[in-house]
T-cell receptor
């Protein structure tokens, strides 16, 4: 199957700082990438959908200015959590797909804001 | 709006016994259904999908799922469970916008 790499796998940042998470499709060009957030012992909640070269589509309740998504190329999407607060601590997972194929998921990033 | 329900938070099974993880769905139109597995602190791994065709879908690691349109179910099954199958399992349905809606997840515990 296709490989999606997410970096970093773990990050600890201070409250008020920003942190960037990268999602790369290693062996295919992803027309669409998705960002999910997963709270402990809960399911994945879709945050936003991004298509290469266009603005991301955010789900209701997700702050666009706080969770900046950039999909600059067909193999890279980034999620920047701006002015992070402890309540932003979570497990963030990206997925990527090409055309109508199933989505492939990154390994996730555990963000801890202290 | 589409939705997915996984009625069991946890399923316990002895190694070597068959396992079933339940999933029901609600969609308008034809359902595109998926099962994913998640190991601790890892992303999701694709197990199998149903798009069309045979109601019994075979996937990775010996798992299979049975699509039942009348019961709107897509239960995940395996004839003989392994301890290494212990993980979190998610059922999902894909929307016409190509977004996945996930069930709440079911933790499978396989005991030796």
């Amino acid at each position: 199957g296709a490989v999606v790499s997410q970096h970093p796998s773990r990050v600890i940042c201070k409250s008020g700082t920003s942190v960037k998470i990268e999602c790369r499709s290693l062996d295919f060009q992803a027309t669409t990438m998705f960002w999910y957030r997963q709270f402990p012992k809960q399911s994945l909640m879709l945050m936003a959908t991004s298509n290469e070269g266009s603005k991301a589509t955010y789900e209701q309740g997700v702050e666009k200015d706080k969770f900046l998504i950039n999909h600059a190329s067909l193999t890279l999407s980034t999620l920047t959590v701006t002015s992070a607060h402890p309540e932003d601590s979570s497990f963030y997972i990206c997925s990527a797909k090409k055309g109508i194929t199933e989505a492939f998921f990154g390994q996730g990033t555990r963000l801890t804001v202290v | 709006a589409q939705s997915v329900a996984q009625p069991e938070d946890q399923v316990n099974v002895a190694e070597g016994n068959p396992l079933t993880v339940k999933c029901t769905y609600s969609v308008s139109g034809n359902p595109y259904l998926f099962w994913y597995v998640q190991y601790p602190n890892r992303g999701l791994q694709f197990l199998l999908k149903y798009i069309t065709g045979d109601n019994l879908v075979k996937g990775s690691y010996g798992f299979e799922a049975e699509f039942n349109k009348s019961q709107t179910s897509f239960h995940l099954k395996k004839p003989s469970a392994l301890v290494s199958d212990s993980a979190l399992y998610f059922c999902a349905v894909r929307s016409p916008r190509n977004m996945l809606t996930f069930g709440g997840g079911t933790r499978l515990m396989v005991k030796p």
